[in-house]
């Protein structure tokens, strides 16, 4: 069941569309489930189907379409890392390595801790600043180096 804050984000959120077109409003509701818990299970999809009116299997289809959802714990802070074609020419593909290294795991794990997660992300469209990442959907970080990451890390770390 959808918080009673998460109710209210979606219909501060509904009020921008018509009436007829809740569904909408369903990228935004995901947002707000990951925000609160971190990830979107499969019954957090059901609620928000349920509370926009929508087949479940549409609430899933555009959670599992984007990059930007979690569909399982990944740690406090999710780093993704684009593997593009722009970002992998300017060596996305040691940036991943660099960071698995770092962080002592894979594409797709969490650390043993529970800190970071790690996985890999579709175009960001900054590709003038690749290799690039995210940090849990919030901040954008470019022109990676193994010595910005070192840094990158270490302020995560203390949050």
């Known amino acids: 069941m959808l918080s009673e804050h998460i109710q209210q984000q979606i219909q501060r959120e509904l009020i921008?569309?018509?009436?007829?077109?809740k569904q909408s409003a369903v990228m935004s509701a995901l947002r707000f489930v990951q925000d609160e818990k971190g990830w979107i299970s499969t019954d957090d999809m059901a609620d928000v189907a349920a509370y926009l009116g929508m087949a479940p299997m549409a609430v899933h289809e555009v959670a599992t379409f984007y990059h930007m959802y979690n569909l399982k714990p990944m740690g406090k802070?999710?780093?993704?890392?684009?593997?593009?074609?722009?970002?992998?020419?300017?060596?996305?593909?040691?940036?991943?390595?660099?960071?698995?290294t770092k962080l002592g795991i894979g594409m797709g794990e969490?650390?043993?801790d529970?800190?970071?997660?790690?996985?890999?992300?579709?175009?960001?469209?900054?590709?003038?600043?690749?290799?690039?990442?995210?940090?849990?959907?919030?901040r954008l970080c470019g022109r990676l180096t193994?010595?910005?990451?070192?840094?990158?890390l270490a302020e995560l770390d203390k949050s």
């Open 16 to 21: 921008k569309y018509p009436a007829e077109q």
């Open 77 to 100: 802070h999710t780093l993704t890392v684009c593997t593009n074609l722009s970002c992998t020419l300017c060596g996305a593909l040691d940036t991943v390595k660099y960071i698995e």
């Open 110 to 112: 969490v650390t043993a």
């Open 114 to 138: 529970g800190k970071f997660g790690l996985r890999e992300g579709e175009c960001m469209g900054a590709c003038i600043d690749a290799p690039l990442m995210t940090v849990s959907n919030r």
């Open 146 to 152: 193994p010595e910005k990451i070192d840094q990158i």
